[in-house]
């Protein structure tokens, strides 16, 4: 597995990373975890001349709570994700799904930040950080915030600029009442359906739901029909398999991979995955 | 009166002494070769499944600055050997089979056509291999596609498109019947007077052997001696030396081949690939070394697939479970090309298909088919889990239709006395095939699961059992078993060193099996050394005189049994030293625990180590005391010939539930019954077992190659191609019976592939036993979820 040949940059400051980024345009490609993007060049399939590394960046590692939001520093690896106390006890749906990403080794490298900026179609944290809102927090010549529906444009695209680096990523604190349940591909690990779910409660019923959803379609989004359908309703069984079965019509361009199953089955098992993270952000 | 042995050693768990080494990285395997000077092979190969090649041009490469020289088909055509298979006689003829074999030329880089995804059709060698890989993407060709051949049963019929236009028709052999002409007449009877008939259409999907590390081989050349050493990893070093100095050609006593640390094998190494042609011919050629290490796709493509087997199944019987007569037509989609043993793999279907069972009559048609695809060859098992699932479905389809329990149908038909001769033309050694299936029942409390069953089943659950009562063919030789050139013995070495240390070399070529352990263990106890001073040593031309490798669960069987042998000519030895030395004759003194004693006064003694000192200083009590009888030194070696294969058999049983909505299957409880014979290490044969079952078990549920329609391979690489993770299986009770073989002097078996040939049936089973209440009575493996939820709602949500 060799690679093309590419420059390699170590910048020691968030403005020298955005210098370099700017110097090189569209031939440069930020490098945090590289779990996606070191195949890639492996395989051949993305050659980037320049690779920008952001490991002296400390400032982009770590987890604050401020102004009633946590902020995640966008290195943060899924593993520190899945084991930091403020995530465990603050906003445990984003230690839910990093839980759930790849093997061991792919959570000790693999960062939060690399996971929505790859925006890969089946990725897990991307549907929790649609779940919970997120708010992304932009460095290029200027400063920027950008929802993260906002963020994620298509498969593997998203609204970054060439010269931007994704710095931070905030969420609101959030109840106990969330769940991420996954169907993982055999092979992968990826999500063949993902979906995480964050409901608001009043005693036996749902206040509002946020459901992000990956692995189905184009890129991961929110099921509006279905949380719409949640609102003001108490959970039981019955309402939560009606509302989960709502989701074929958030679905918009179906994931085509026959090799793991038909685009009906998938959609299917949207449903029985929405149905079984509500059940489980219930239960708490 | 002579003193056994009491065995210490043997039969203990005791940790592997190869462990530390793999643990710690500090295992060499053959990447891990670096010579100075040293070039780097890349190859191109062909992403069309079928095409002839109109033009290949690598001017633009050979001009890269680090490239040291590239070739086309054309540059090599005529000036190194192809790539051999192994089976086929000097009549033209399939060896064992005796009828006409289709061997098409495999070059070692594709002249005129490409016929499968992964064929080589050029190769660059350079300084580096990035220089290497970037001089890849500058190689032009032109291809023309011709009509790809796939599906096993329409290549065979008139009219199909053809891969080798030569033969006439796709078709690599033909077996119109067999075990024997007389087969076919019994056979047709028993079916005209059975009360009950069935018939069923098996499919063993081709799966990745997928060894940890990749194929790897470096040579170098040394012309002042005109001396080849090459490395690579392989299961057969001395054979892979012996074909290599004819394909090449080189003398081969003028070729050193080293097999170091091998990370897995299960049979996709015991070969000679293309690759391993072409770097001893490229170091010989270029007067420098060379390395070629293979990528995971690479290794996804080009290196041997295993199964790929489809099965028509006949069986009649009567109403009260009795199996009466099997017909068996078979087809083996071989591939585009023929790497070693790829023809001979169905071969162990047909003489195990009625497994441990005693139908009155057997026949069987074969086709070995030539498709668009990489070769199918021995991939752990190699041929005996196809040769499972007929018998083992057969039991269960007879317990459906006559209403009794599978287990009581295996218990009515196991062949029971032994030698027993079932009527394939086989003679099993040994077996007590109840006892294995009463102690796995025994486990599971299977009257008591069944309940539950009935339970699960009234709530509407999907709760399944399966068993599979599994007879396997191990220990390879005798020799008149192989194919030509090749001997199914093996052979060992023992050297008492003169401080007393003890040497083994084995022909045998462990990759993951242990004997570096289990060898040591067995010397011990012979001997009375502590373990710690033995050391087994393997896999070196130079250093072990022949030996055949390690394949087919044959390294305790054949390789213990030449082991065997050495160590009593070496004891037998140092009682004759012994006794000059205790001024006596060697029948008077015993061998005991690592001394030899005089009978008549033990305590008048010497030690192994005094006793080698002796043979190898040799000097005596003087000048006219040297014995005349007794040549210096403490070394013997030994070939052993077994006198038949050996069976190993056992009952695995799965329990596993279904869920409904997603057609996931959770396993819930996995026990295997294996009985290998003797057992010289526990720890070892239960790691065999579970890895087996992790194979076994991962074709039913998930593993499986997929070619698309034109032939490309859609599962090339580890994010579509699930390989078994811990996390996917669930936990594995393993038990044991013990019978022993008499065809070795250890009475082992062989476990390396018995878990994958009880598993996977087993795991067929319990799907299919799931599934019964929906009236499903079969499923093509895998069983991937989107599959088992499209049976389950065959008209959608």
């Known amino acids: 597995m060799f690679p093309e040949k590419f420059e390699y940059h170590v910048p020691g400051s968030l403005q020298e990373a955005t210098q370099l980024l700017g110097r090189y345009g569209d031939e440069a490609k930020v490098i945090t975890g590289g779990m996606s993007l070191i195949p890639l060049m492996k395989f051949r399939l993305a050659a980037p001349q320049h690779l920008v590394d952001l490991r002296k960046l400390s400032d982009l590692v770590g987890v604050k709570e401020a102004g009633g939001k946590l902020v995640i520093g966008a290195r943060t690896t899924y593993d520190e994700l899945s084991r930091n106390k403020t995530v465990a006890d603050k906003c445990r749906l984003l230690a839910q799904a990093a839980a759930a990403v790849g093997d061991v080794q792919v959570r000790n490298r693999g960062t939060l930040g690399g996971a929505l900026v790859h925006a890969d179609p089946a990725a897990d944290l991307p549907a929790a950080a649609l779940a919970l809102d997120a708010e992304l927090t932009l460095q290029g010549k200027k400063s920027r915030t950008v929802k993260v529906a906002d963020f994620i444009v298509d498969s593997l695209s998203t609204s970054i600029a060439p010269d931007e680096v994704l710095v931070s990523i905030s969420v609101p604190l959030s109840g106990k009442h969330t769940a991420y349940a996954k169907l993982a591909q055999q092979a992968s690990g990826f999500a063949l359906v993902g979906v995480a779910v964050a409901l608001e409660m009043d005693g036996k019923t749902c206040k509002s739901a946020r459901i992000g959803v990956t692995g189905v379609a184009a890129k991961a989004f929110r099921a509006t029909s279905v949380e719409k359908a949640l609102a003001g309703k108490a959970l039981d069984a019955a309402n939560i398999k009606a509302a989960a079965e709502k989701i074929g019509a958030d679905i918009k361009h179906p994931m085509e991979d026959p090799l793991n199953g038909s685009v009906a089955y998938r959609t299917q098992m949207a449903k029985v995955y929405t149905a079984r993270a509500i059940q489980q952000a219930l239960a708490g | ?797």
């Open chain 2, 1 to 797: 009166m002579a003193m056994a042995t009491p065995n210490k050693m043997i039969g203990q768990k005791i940790k592997r002494k190869e462990d530390p080494r793999f643990i710690t990285g500090k295992g060499k395997y053959t990447d891990d070769v670096k010579l100075p000077g040293m070039l780097h092979l890349a190859l191109l190969r062909s992403d069309r499944a079928h095409a002839r090649i109109k033009r290949v041009d690598v001017s633009k490469a050979r001009k890269l600055p680090g490239v040291v020289a590239a070739y086309t088909g054309k540059d090599l055509a005529g000036k190194v050997g192809g790539v051999p298979c192994g089976v086929q006689n000097a009549e033209g003829n399939h060896y064992s089979a005796g009828v006409k074999l289709n061997v098409p030329p495999y070059p070692v880089v594709a002249i005129d056509k490409v016929n499968f995804v992964g064929q080589i059709y050029a190769a660059v060698v350079a300084t580096d291999p990035y220089i290497a890989h970037d001089a890849l993407d500058l190689i032009e060709a032109d291809f023309q596609d011709q009509p790809v051949v796939l599906d096993v049963e329409k290549a065979i019929q008139p009219g199909s498109p053809l891969i080798h236009e030569q033969f006439g028709s796709n078709i690599a052999f033909h077996i119109p019947g067999g075990p024997t002409p007389e087969a076919k007449a019994a056979v047709d009877k028993l079916f005209a007077e059975a009360q009950l008939k069935a018939s069923f259409r098996f499919d063993n999907q081709r799966l990745i052997p997928m060894a940890m590390e990749p194929r790897a081989t470096v040579a170098e050349y040394d012309p002042g001696r005109d001396q080849l050493t090459v490395w690579s990893s392989t299961q057969i070093p001395h054979l892979a030396r012996t074909v290599l100095s004819m394909v090449l050609p080189h003398p081969e006593g003028q070729i050193r081949f080293i097999a170091p640390d091998v990370g897995g094998g299960f049979g996709s190494k015991l070969n000679l690939y293309a690759e391993e042609i072409l770097v001893p011919y490229l170091a010989k050629t270029l007067e420098r070394p060379v390395k070629y290490t293979g990528k995971r796709r690479e290794d996804f493509a080009a290196t041997i697939h295993g199964r790929g087997q489809v099965q028509h199944v006949d069986i009649a019987f009567n109403k009260d479970g009795t199996w009466l007569a099997l017909k068996l037509r078979f087809f083996s989609d071989l591939g585009a090309q023929m790497q070693l043993l790829t023809p001979s793999i169905g071969g162990f279907t047909a003489v195990m298909a009625t497994g441990c069972y005693a139908p009155k009559a057997f026949w069987f048609e074969q086709y070995g088919v030539f498709t668009n695809k990489m070769a199918t060859d021995a991939y752990r098992g190699a041929g005996r889990p196809e040769a499972t699932m007929i018998a083992e479905k057969a039991m269960d389809v007879i317990a459906r239709e006559t209403g009794l329990d599978p287990a009581d149908v295996r218990r009515k038909n196991f062949l029971r006395s032994f030698p027993a001769t079932p009527p394939t033309g086989l003679v099993y050694d040994s077996g007590d095939y109840s006892k294995a299936l009463d102690l796995a029942l025994e486990t599971v409390n299977y009257k008591q699961l069944r309940l539950q069953q009935k339970q699960a089943r009234s709530e509407g659950r999907l709760m399944g059992i399966g068993l599979c009562s599994y007879v396997e063919l191990c220990g390879v030789g005798p020799s008149w078993l192989a194919p030509p050139g090749v001997g199914f013995w093996d052979v060992s070495t023992v050297k008492v060193e003169p401080t007393g240390m003890v040497t083994v070399l084995t022909g045998i070529s462990p990759h993951g099996q242990g004997e570096e352990t289990t060898f040591a263990q067995i010397t011990a106890d012979e001997l009375g050394v502590p373990m710690d001073n033995v050391r087994v040593l393997h896999s070196d031309t130079m250093a072990v005189p022949y030996g055949n490798g390690t394949y087919g669960s044959r390294g305790m069987a054949v390789g213990g049994g030449a082991l065997s042998m050495s160590l009593g000519k070496v004891k037998e030895k140092a009682k004759k030293i012994a006794a000059h030395m205790l001024d006596t004759q060697p029948e008077n003194v015993d061998y005991v625990n690592g001394e030899v004693l005089a009978k008549a006064d033990p305590s008048r003694k010497v030690t192994l180590g005094q006793i080698a000192m002796m043979a190898y200083d040799f000097s005596w009590k003087g000048p006219g005391t040297t014995p005349t009888d007794i040549e210096p030194g403490l070394e013997e070696t030994s070939r052993f010939e077994p006198s038949n294969l050996t069976f190993p058999f056992g009952t695995h049983i799965c329990v596993l539930e279904i869920d409904k909505e997603t057609g996931q299957i959770h396993i819930q409880r996995f026990v295997a019954v294996d009985d290998c014979g003797t057992i010289i290490n526990p720890l070892i044969v239960d790691g065999q077992v579970h890895g087996g079952i992790a194979q076994g078990m991962a074709q039913t549920l998930f593993e499986g190659v997929v070619y698309d329609e034109n032939g490309q391979l859609l599962t090339g690489e580890l994010t579509e191609y699930a390989v078994p993770k811990a996390s996917m299986l669930g936990h594995f009770e393993t038990l044991h019976t013990t019978t022993p073989t008499p065809v070795n002097p250890l009475g082992a078996k062989g476990i390396g592939e018995a878990g994958t040939i009880g598993a996977t049936a087993a795991v067929f089973n319990a799907v299919m036993d799931a599934l019964a209440p929906l009236g499903i009575k079969h499923l093509d493996m895998p069983f991937k979820p989107d599959k088992i939820w499209n049976a389950i709602h065959p008209r959608g949500a």
